[in-house]
């Protein structure tokens, strides 16, 4: 097994930079008491009492009177690691809507505050302000590295001073500091990628991950797969492994291992194993009225998640289905495809389907039987019931016919009172038939 060394490694830059954030730096606030490098330590922790009082003092304020600018979300310290992402968020109130910017200095360099832009550290930082009741911002900074460690800094005003360089920015400007500590990445070797075979069944293996360097000392590992956490997979071993007794095309997936540390964020490596897709559940027919809806699905599993296609096997030949009709619709996402068919027609409709599920690593389908009805096929029943009622009324009708010349001859002979007499009736009857015999 070779190594994926899961570790990320950058180049610090700032030369060209430097000099531009100096001039945004220089027109904003020269007088900056934080960037003043000579002010004496006495003075510096007067200025950070008075902007502690200046933000407490705005929180106050903000439900008193929106006058002056206060926050109601300043942004949190956190600890990341090389190569991650943060991001910090700064919530303003304050009528007229304030202004806000971002400042960042290195930790113990507080006199070293300076303006951050959109597009600043080659473009890793980014910075989105919404004006609107209140100012929003979203100070990004990505693909760090350990010299994004420092202080970053939300600094807001709605003084209409607030850009004159006579005025002292601590009593214009209110401000929120988050400490950024950016830790080395941990790195951890992990086992290969693994492609299971398609036609035959996988030995047995295990995925494994050794934690060979870390900033500090881990206290757990698990395992992960496409993003869940397996059960039962926690260990305190720098060396993690997880087995797999039986592969199968529904083990492929994304693995990942993690470590996690006491005070610092989880370290992980992720280890694919890959299959052809199978297709495990779809609708193997589908009954329907004329005019009706269809809906045939498929289901899969392996990794990557396949393409899906859906054809229809047409006089021999298979016909690719999309959206385009306007009749046929496809929905696929991941491990699922759905064919809908509106309107269902009675000539064209009916017959055989496929999904067909296709990954870089080989393809599988399904087909499905559509079967369409007429629309007179729900009244069959009902149209049974009226057809049998209309014999039945027939055979009565006839009966009635057939024995209707006798009922008249035998009122014809017999009086009025005679006729309810059933008993005389039929000897009668029967007398006249041996009669007439
Ligand atoms: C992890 O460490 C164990 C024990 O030292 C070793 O056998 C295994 O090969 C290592 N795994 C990887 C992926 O390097
Ligand atoms: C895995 O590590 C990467 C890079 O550090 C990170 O962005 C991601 O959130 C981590 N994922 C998990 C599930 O911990
Ligand atoms: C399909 O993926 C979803 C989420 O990715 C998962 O919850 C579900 O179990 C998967 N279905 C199959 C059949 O693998
Ligand atoms: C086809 O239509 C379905 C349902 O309206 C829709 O969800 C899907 O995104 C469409 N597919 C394409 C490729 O436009
Ligand atoms: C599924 O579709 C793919 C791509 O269109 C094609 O290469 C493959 O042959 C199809 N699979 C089968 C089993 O027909």
Redesign the pocket.
Known sequence: MSAVLCEEKEEEEEEEEEEEEVLSVAAALVTAPAAAPEMAPGKRRATVMSLSLAIVGSLLLQYVSSQNAGFVKSPLSETKLTGDAFELYCDVIGNPTPEIQWWYSEINRLDSFRQLWDGARKRRVSIGTAYGVNAVSVLGVSRLTLDDAGIYECRASNDPQRNNLHQNPVSTWVRAQATVTVLQKPSIVASEHVVLPTDSHSPPFSLQCNLTSAHSPHSESFWTKNGEEIPETRSTSKNSEYKLVKPRSDDAGLYMCVFTFESAPPANASIEIKSAPEIHGHKRSENRNEGQRAVLYCKSVGYPHPAWTWRKFDNGFFREL??SSGRF????RDNYTEL?IENLDISADPGEYQCNATNIIGTHEEKSILRVRSHLAPLWPLLGVIFEVIILIIIIVVYEKRKKPEDIQDDDDLAGPMKTNSTNNHKDKNLRQRNTN
């Open positions: 999309d959206n619709f496809v929905n696929s809908l």
